[in-house]
């Protein structure tokens, strides 16, 4: 029998509330592991090629502009803190200060991808998005190989771009049930794995970030 | 548990899941496992039907030696769109999404899976790819084998190369819906006193499939996005003109697609192990061991990609050890079989319908399993790779395996489903027929491959004919096979159907506690479970109809 049926949050075919939170906290998790297995993919292919060319990774990866790559994971950094504070505004049942976090959260995730729009398109100008028009006027950089990096730049990016704006999605959509004030110590799961989840896509951002901008530091300059 | 009420209950209840609601929207927009699976498994049967058109003509053509039904281009498409529909879009999802949905909850005691809309959605998704698939088989189809690989399918193919593979790829999602949802179902929803090693050995294969199919399927995903990535924006990550290397996709592709070889086996095995439970009147002999060998399939399955790739240039020594390795799955599939086998030693056994199905599984999985041993041995494998003695090899398991699993899972569990009762005599005649023309049409294969036909080509040397007339004679008797049950299973929800009553086998499982069909929530109060999952000598079902087929 439902612990307290009046709030109505609890599905039919569980019995308490703590089996509803259970299941969806390890679904939750148990996604994350496809997606730990999704760009582990891409991280394989990355270390194999790495590996093979390791000086053209570096002198290609001195064309990414670290300071707005620094910049961008202290902006995400952030948007974890501001997710951490809305799961704990939302198990306290505080409507507000949910709301405001999740929205705190959505601007630093904007954020982040306006300063990665900015980047893409200094690229796009230098020629540097791989194709027919690829070009890198760089000392000792075998061009093709310089390109195989920018594909992983703007391939994992890309990747991590589009799981942020899904999260600013799902973000978004909390907003309704949170400002109606539907979070509470019972039922507040929606928030607690749309956290897991926009920590994951920053996690990812941790390992893109010193793999893709950091790597020339330690070769040559 | 529930008392053995039986004798009163042969009725069907006047509610069920069945009838609970009218009308195509409370179909489509079901949240209901059992609605579901139904869905489910008219969406795989279409998908069935079709990549059986496609066999259908390549064994044609291949009725004589000269390529002169199809052109070459037209047969490279053939056994491409015949791959990939039959993986992707029947074998994978068969077992799981149609049996496994009905049954996952029922067998644990729950009243759905954890996850109803995803459930739903894994539908939608499903069908979401599988019309990317129509449209690109309309288009002009696909000719790079459903492996896909580069950088033939990433540069040179002219075919519809993307939407198939966003076909796959969406695919994947579906199967990661379903494979999640079962996992957490099975740790968080089960009934007061189903302890893990109570739990029915469908179960245990199910969350064993589910394992693989979570950390496989993204590994396919990524692998098709960067072929799309590749074809539609240029990043070449496997283009050899960049440095990239062609078999790193192979790497990455059979990553996933040797572990979805057991992600097609995995369930017909647990299906087995009910059916061989429930016709010997026995308990599962060594019924941990059955268990656990599920999942070290589940986990070798990860570490012997390599097999596949032993002609393509990777290290002698990588192949040395993936050999190794192959042959170890060997181990757990081998005490599977020899435990079968032994639950079958001084059973109580009866030969209907479903126990056809699970006995010439055991014949047809153990020829091509062993076979698979062969093909793992390095020495071996190099004489007949991209052979017909492959082919042979992996129909064994997938038609031989697979597909008798699931037929013999429809039709043990179809009384349940629909609260109907097949007819014995024809359901008898076409498991037979099926049993009879798969072995004439992939028997042959294995001596043609010996012999040195290569697979994948629309004409032959005319010494090979003879076995190749042998092998599209079989596959006409097993088409006519696969036909009957439409036509039996059709006639049991007309008005001659004979009613099932709850527990026609006299079969023990939670299943065949509640009335068939079962109500929305499966039972009427939550069971709580007192028994081991096989106890046939403790407990003594009887059959709720003496003679349980209409005659």
């Known amino acids: 029998m439902p612990e307290h049926s009046q709030s109505g949050a609890l599905a039919h075919h569980f019995e308490t509330y703590d089996q509803q939170r259970e299941a969806s906290s390890l679904g939750m998790w148990l996604f994350l592991v496809t997606e730990i297995m999704f760009f582990g993919g891409f991280f394989l292919a990355y270390i194999v090629y790495r590996s093979s060319f390791p000086e053209d990774f570096a002198i290609a990866s001195h064309q990414l502009d670290v300071t707005l790559g620094a910049i961008n994971t202290a902006v995400l950094i952030a948007s974890s803190l501001t997710m951490a504070m809305a799961v704990r505004a939302s198990q306290l049942a505080q409507r507000k200060a949910v709301v405001g976090f999740l929205i705190a959260t959505m601007i630093f995730g904007g954020v982040f991808l306006g300063i990665k729009a900015v980047e893409y398109s200094a690229k796009f100008e230098h020629h540097l998005v791989p194709g027919p028009n690829f070009e890198l006027h760089a000392e000792g950089a075998d061009p093709g190989h310089a390109e195989m990096f920018f594909n992983f730049y703007f391939g994992m990016t890309g990747l991590h771009a589009a799981h942020m704006v899904i999260g600013i999605g799902l973000l978004t959509w909390l907003c309704f049930p949170a400002w109606k004030g539907r979070f509470n110590a019972d039922y507040h799961n929606p928030v607690e794995v749309v956290g897991l989840y926009w920590h994951f896509v920053d996690i990812i951002w941790i390992f893109l970030f010193p793999l893709l901008y950091l790597i020339g530091f330690h070769v040559g300059h | 548990m529930s008392s053995t009420t039986a004798e009163s209950a042969i009725a069907p209840p006047k509610v069920h899941y069945l009838n609970a ?73 068969a077992i799981p999404a149609v049996l496994g949905n009905f049954l996952v ?81 099975i740790h968080r929803m089960r009934a007061p006193g189903m302890t893990w090693f109570r739990m029915p050995l469908m179960l245990w294969s199910s969350y064993a499939t589910s394992l693989i199919i979570l950390l496989g399927t993204p590994v396919l995903a990524i692998t098709l996005l960067l072929l799309i990535l590749e074809r539609t924006l240029h990043i070449g990550i496997f283009d050899p003109k960049l440095g990239g290397d062609p078999v790193l996709f192979q790497h990455l592709f059979w990553f996933y697609s040797h572990p979805a070889v057991y992600i097609m086996i995995l369930p017909a095995m647990g299906v087995i192990s009910e059916l061989i439970a429930a016709f010997s009147r026995k308990r599962v002999f060594g019924y941990k061991f059955v268990a656990f060998a599920s999942l070290a399939i ?254």
Do not use: C
Request: aromatic fraction near 16%; avoid cysteine.
């Open chain 2, 298 to 551: 589940a986990v070798l399955g990860f570490l012997v990609w390599g097999h596949h790739m032993f002609t393509s240039g990777q290290s002698v020594y990588a192949a040395t050890v993936f050999s190794v390795l192959t042959m170890l799955v060997a181990i757990p599939s081998a005490i599977k079989v020899f435990n079968w086998t032994a639950t079958l030693h001084r059973g109580a056994i009866s030969y209907d319908t479903p126990m056809l199905y699970a006995l010439g599984f055991l014949g047809l999985f153990t020829i091509g399993g062993l076979t698979g041993v062969m093909l793992g041995t390095l020495g071996i494998d190099i004489h007949v790779h991209d052979t017909y003695f492959v082919v042979a090899h992996f129909h064994y398991i997938m038609v031989g395996g697979t597909i008798l699993g699931y037929l013999g899972g429809l039709h043990y569990w179809w009384p349940k489903m629909t609260g109907r009762l097949y007819n014995r005599f024809w359901s008898q005649v076409s498991a037979i027929t099926i049993f009879v023309g798969f072995n004439l049409t992939f028997f042959p294969q294995f001596i043609l491959g010996f012999q040195g036909m290569p697979r994948r080509y629309w004409s032959y040397p005319p010494e090979f004919q003879v076995l190749n007339v042998l092998s599209t004679a079989g596959a006409t008797v097993l088409g006519v096979g696969l036909i009957l049950p439409l036509f039996y299973f059709a006639a049991s929800l007309g008005k001659k159907g004979r009613v099932a009553g709850p527990n026609p086998w006299g079969a023990i499982g939670l299943e065949w506690t509640t009335t068939s069909p079962p109500p929305t929530y499966n039972f009427e109060e939550t069971p709580v479970v007192t028994h081991e999952a096989y106890a046939y000598e403790e407990l003594h079902p009887e059959p709720t109809q003496k003679e349980p087929y209409l005659a």
């Open chain 2, 105 to 185: 909850p029922i067998m644990i005691g729950a009243k759905d899976l954890a996850f109803p809309k995803l459930n739903l959605g894994s539908w939608y998704v499903y069908n979401i790819a599988g019309l990317l698939g129509i449209y690109a088989m309309i288009k002009g189809g696909v000719d790079t084998g459903w492996t896909f690989y580069a950088p033939f399918s990433t540069t040179y193919s002219n075919s519809y190369v993307v939407p198939t593979a966003l076909a796959g790829f969406v695919a994947g999602f579906s199967s990661i819906m379903t494979g999640l949802n079962f996992i957490v179902t």
């Open chain 2, 21 to 93: 609601e009218h009308g195509l929207k409370s179909w489509l927009l079901t949240k209901d496992h059992k609605r579901i699976a139904i869905l489910y498994l008219i969406s795989v049967s279409i998908f069935f039907l079709v990549g059986g058109l496609f066999a259908g003509l390549i064994r044609l053509e291949l009725l004589t030696p000269q390529g002169d039904l199809v052109s070459g281009d037209t047969y490279n498409r053939l056994f491409t769109l015949h791959g990939v529909i039959m993986i992707f879009f029947f074998l994978i999802p």
